[in-house]
């Protein structure tokens, strides 16, 4: 029972962080795919969140459980598609040139 209270605290906290994110993103980016990405983020996680309520009040089914684990990967895919396009990252940052790349020494 104690772990289900610490996984809704941090699931109460990281929804208002991810929320915030899509709205930042809704709000203040000209590019369209970044408004679609900011709108996918709040539909699939208002999902995720529901799926998840469903599960904790009715019971955990096979099918409860597979739906909330999916969702929570589509959350999570939309999220690093976010972070790959530059949302939250500092401006002003330059990308390290390729001859100082780490390589594999042979």
Not at 20 to 41: I, M, P, Q
């Amino acid at each position: 029972m104690a772990l289900q209270l610490v996984h809704r605290g941090i699931v109460a906290v990281a929804v208002v962080v991810l929320a915030a994110l899509s709205l930042r993103c809704w709000r203040r980016r000209a590019d369209r795919a970044d408004r679609w990405l900011g709108l996918a983020l709040l539909i699939v996680l208002g999902a995720q969140v529901a799926a998840g309520a469903m599960v904790a009040t009715r019971g955990a089914t096979a099918a409860a459980e597979d739906l909330h684990l999916a969702l929570g990967a589509a959350v999570w895919c939309v999220v690093v598609t976010m972070a790959a396009r530059g949302h939250g990252v500092a401006t002003g940052v330059k990308a390290m040139p390729p001859s100082r790349a780490l390589t594999v020494a042979e």
